[in-house]
């Protein structure tokens, strides 16, 4: 069974970076799509990026230009660079498997969580 541990998350200021890893064990991550969530205190969950099997990747508006989501099938490890942080970062982030193979930003449609790692971005 695939299992997805988060790891990376820290405190940063704002216009800082920071990358997370998404390590997969028990199964090869090669034919699965990998997407990263985030979720803040008393807020949904929120897509936030997903690579395909292919390495076509989606971003949420939010992100765009500022982070960058890449894997190594090697490593069997999905990463999620983050740039230029800002306090609205401010998140648990998760990654899970695309169920559904669609790379669609929705929790709904993915599985296999990790348990997250929390990033904060505060000055």
């Known amino acids: 069974q695939l299992q997805l541990v988060e790891s990376g998350g820290g405190l940063v200021q704002p216009g800082g970076s920071l990358r997370l890893s998404c390590a997969a064990s028990g199964l090869t991550l090669d034919p699965y799509n990998i997407g990263w969530f985030r979720q803040a205190p008393g807020k949904e969950r929120e897509g936030v990026s997903c690579i395909k099997s292919t390495g076509n990747t989606t971003y949420a508006d939010s992100v765009k230009g500022r982070f960058t989501i890449s894997r190594d099938n090697a490593k069997n490890t999905v990463y999620l660079q983050m740039n230029s942080l800002k306090p609205e970062d401010t998140a648990v982030y998760y990654c899970?498997?695309?169920?559904?193979?669609?790379?669609?930003?929705?929790?709904?449609?993915?599985?296999?969580w990790g348990q997250g790692t929390q990033v904060t971005v505060s000055s």
């Open positions: 899970a498997v695309d169920e559904f193979r669609l790379c669609v930003l929705r929790h709904h449609f993915f599985g296999s």
